[in-house]
Nanobody, 116 residues
């Protein structure tokens, strides 16, 4: 059974950094893209950062220059380095992997809280 497990969330002050990790089980094959989404209280889920199988990346305008998505193929893990965090970054962050036939797999989420 495919599992995606996020970790690294927590409570930090504005201006500090966090690195989120998403470890995928080894039974995920044919990965087409990997991404991080977030959902703030009372808001819809939004795409934060994505990476294609070829390594191309895209970021939401709100996080450009502050967040970086990366991967470690040997560990089957995707990361989100978050620098210069702002209170508006507070949200539950979800890892998403798109695999063979366009099937999406989602993690259960990790909470990031940024205080002023």
């Amino acid at each position: 059974q495919v599992q995606l497990v996020e970790s690294g969330g927590g409570l930090v002050q504005a201006g500090e950094s966090l690195r989120l990790s998403c470890a995928a089980s080894r039974d995920v094959f044919g990965i087409q893209s990997m991404a991080w989404h977030r959902q703030a209280p009372g808001k819809q889920r939004e795409l934060v950062a994505s990476m294609t199988s070829g390594g191309s990346t895209n970021y939401a305008d709100s996080v450009k220059g502050r967040f970086t998505i990366s991967r470690d193929n040997a560990k089957n893990t995707v990361y989100l380095q978050m620098n210069s965090l702002k209170p508006e970054d507070t949200a539950v962050y979800y890892c998403r992997i798109t695999a063979t036939y366009g099937v999406n797999y989602w993690g259960k989420g990790t909470l990031v809280t940024v205080s002023s």
